[in-house]
């Protein structure tokens, strides 16, 4: 979207930008998606002017997960527009309807791409990072379990990964990556992306008003943004009636809420019901320049969001207008209050927390005064003019690049894309080794000719439909291994093809082909016989994943399996033996320099065991952290943790355990306070993070198995 079409702060970026960018002297058009009206139907194409900026604008088809990350017919309008205006850079902000594809597409004319990541987008097809049940989202190879499936260009289904794949996939292949705060920077790196150039969106200092406040008989509250449940509007609509609720409060406050969203009727019907005693007025929707009229002329800006917003443009904007600033403790937030000194954090969704923060700042006005005097000092830091100046340095750089390992792809194609094939698709990172390049499952229809030479295998599901016969025509000319059903149409294709009874030798198959892609060689049969070989080695991996019980020791009965691992909640907190901070909602840390945990197996033999520990680490900037790992006073392994979290694996033998199967792992860590490496205000000192542990019979075990 482009203005006046406006979702959210990604579009107003855009604009901004714009317009500075053409200021500096740069010639700028703008392609831009639209949504669909009577006048405008979809796939309409018009050419507007907006504030002298050249628009073109696509009426998109879908805003759908299922079709709003592809389209060809975006990038035939992009192509056409490159050809007539000839630009050094592509720079992209929001393609969500218009699609990641339009980034090959300006590559292939000789384009430089730059794309600026204003949400969770490129990993989470929901763009907020948040489960169904409204949790936090931490496991970013699990999009099944929010959406398993979407419908395919001609019907039917195909998993959600194969999404997901594509879209991060796509995003690779750009040039640069650029992430307004550190926060989303640190979690595109988690989710497997290069980690993007962190440059702050800015806000324009020149036309924010930053008036001299003064305390009045009333603190003066506001809240700027959408209205739903992911912007906290039913929090904040909570906090406000226990201030009501407070008689000593009574006609020293009010709040303006405004903005636009589903959830406007709950608004405007709550403040008609005068809950809040007359406290709380509801603005509706206001023009931007309105908005920041209503920011300067409040004494402390409310964000309550409970979704990990990127860099939040209300809090930005509160910043340069020398408000205070109340936000929860949650996303980018963090880098843009300073808790205590120009405003307050709380945790997301606690609406008696956000009460409170409020309560605090009613009854101590000059304390508020005192934060907005800060934030007003902080506008030169986040002075738009900045950003603009590192951004025309980046965009005209073409040495100043994010590319990275664009994973292994595995095209894929076939009529048989059944619940099972789903599930096995969506358990397929469990058969992925740590090392080995990220596997792209890519749809037929999704990936032109001059990607081929990248793909390592063609996987037909089942026969292959009508529009599948010139993909496997293709494969077979170019000498592309095929991945087929035994007994399928597919499957007799000679040499070239590659066969499978049953879908667990499927994914050791699809495995193989990552652990060979350094080493393939060109030839067809050679690229065949090695496959083969690999997938001999990896292909039980999801097959025979251990389950491991305790029957006696620190851990309660807990079953492990394929997709099944310990958390809180589910057998982590019985593992713990010795040297651990009390268990939170996501984890725990360790509290000593040398933690244990303790294991029993179900079986009561020892055995040769992998376990993969899900660890996050408080890491300084610009530095890493050390770990080790033992079995009693053993090393197994020692590992440097350069990001913020790390799967690590560690394999334990029968000479760790006890004869009834039992063993210990102990993990060394340095102790680390939070606020010594952030803005947190968290003193403890702390050493390693543990999230979650899965636990594999050992390969060696395995392939022992195979040969008795």
């Not at 000194?341 to 009613?362: K, S, V, Y």
């Not at 399996?561 to 033996?577: H, S, Y």
């Amino acid at each position: 979207m482009f203005p006046p079409e406006v979702v959210g702060g990604a579009e107003i970026i855009a604009h901004r930008q714009a317009l500075a960018l053409r200021a500096r002297g740069a010639e700028v058009a703008v392609m831009a998606g639209g949504l669909p009206r009577p006048d405008f139907p979809r796939g309409a194409w018009v050419r507007e002017t907006v504030d002298g900026l050249a628009v073109h604008r696509l009426s998109i088809r879908s805003m759908e997960p299922d079709a709003n990350f592809h389209s060809p017919a975006a990038a035939e309008r992009l192509r056409a527009l490159v050809s007539e205006w000839r630009p050094d850079v592509a720079h992209f902000h929001n393609l969500t309807g218009l699609g990641v594809n339009l980034i090959p597409t300006a590559k292939q004319c000789g384009v430089r791409t730059v794309v600026t990541l204003h949400d969770h987008w490129g990993f989470c097809f929901k763009n907020t990072r948040l489960r169904n049940d409204g949790s936090l989202c931490e496991a970013f190879d699990e999009c099944a379990a929010c959406l398993p499936s979407i419908v395919a260009p001609e019907g039917g289904a195909l998993p959600m990964r194969l999404r997901r794949d594509y879209v991060a996939w796509r995003l690779t292949q750009a040039d640069l990556l650029i992430s307004p705060s550190e926060y989303l920077a640190q979690t595109y790196a988690m989710a497997g992306f290069p980690r993007p150039v962190v440059l702050s969106n800015g806000a324009p200092c020149d036309s924010i008003p930053a008036p001299a406040r003064h305390a009045g008989a009333k603190v003066e509250f506001a809240a700027v943004g959408y209205l739903g449940e992911h912007k906290g509007v039913p929090v904040l609509l909570r906090a406000a009636e226990r201030l009501a609720r407070d008689p000593e409060l009574a006609g020293r406050w009010t709040l303006t809420i405004a903005g636009h969203g589903h959830l406007e009727a709950k608004v405007r019907a709550a403040v008609a019901d005068d809950r809040f005693g007359g406290a709380v007025r509801f603005a509706g929707r206001l023009a931007h320049e309105d908005a920041l009229a209503l920011i300067a002329g409040a004494h402390v800006v409310v964000v309550a969001s409970s979704w990990p917003e990127n860099q939040s443009v209300t809090l930005l904007e509160a910043l340069a207008s020398g408000a205070a600033q109340i936000a929860s403790r949650i996303g980018g937030n963090p880098e843009l209050v300073r808790e205590g000194e120009t405003g307050f954090l709380f945790a997301p969704d606690d609406d008696e927390a956000l009460a409170g923060a409020m309560r605090r700042l009613i009854v101590e006005p000059e304390l508020t005064l005192s934060f907005g005097r800060r934030n007003a000092l902080r506008r030169l830091e986040f002075d738009e003019g900045r950003t603009i100046d590192r951004l025309w340095a980046l965009l005209s750089d073409a040495g100043a690049v994010t590319r990275a390992d664009e994973g292994v792809v595995v095209l894929c194609a076939g009529r048989d894309w059944s619940a099972d094939v789903a599930s096995m698709v969506d358990h397929l990172h469990l058969a992925e080794a740590e090392g080995d390049p990220r596997i792209r499952l890519i749809w037929r229809d999704w990936i032109g000719p001059r990607h081929w030479e990248g793909a390592k295998l063609l996987w037909v599901s089942g026969e292959a439909g009508k529009r599948d016969a010139p993909v496997v025509s293709q494969a077979l000319e170019g000498g592309l291994p095929i991945l087929a059903q035994a007994g399928s149409a597919c499957a007799s294709a000679g040499q070239a093809a590659v066969t499978y009874d049953n879908l667990l030798e499927a994914a050791g198959w699809i495995a193989a082909a990552a652990a060979s892609a350094q080493d393939r060689p060109q030839e067809a049969r050679r690229r065949r016989d090695l496959l083969c070989a690999r997938a001999a080695l990896v292909g039980a991996r999801l097959a025979q994943a251990t389950r491991v019980t305790a029957e006696a020791g620190p851990i309660a009965r807990a079953v492990l399996g394929p997709g099944v691992e310990l958390r809180v909640g589910a057998g982590l907190e019985r593992a713990l033996a010795d040297g651990w901070e009390p268990v939170e909602d996501w984890g725990v840390w360790s509290s000593e320099p040398r933690a244990w945990l303790g294991f029993t197996l179900r079986d009561g033999q020892a055995a040769r065991l992998r376990l993969v520990l899900r660890l996050c680490a408080l890491i300084p900037k610009g530095g890493n952290r050390r770990i080790r790992l033992f079995s009693g006073k053993r090393l197994l392994r020692q590992v440097t943790l350069r990001r913020p979290q790390m799967h690590v694996s560690v394999r334990i033998g029968p000479r760790d355990m006890t004869a009834e199967g039992a063993f210990e792992l102990g993990i060394d860590a340095d102790l680390v306070r939070p606020s010594d490496v952030s803005d947190s205000m968290d003193r403890r000192a702390l050493g390693i993070g543990l999230r979650a542990i899965k636990i594999r019979r050992s390969l060696i075990a395995r392939i022992a198995g195979r040969s008795a």
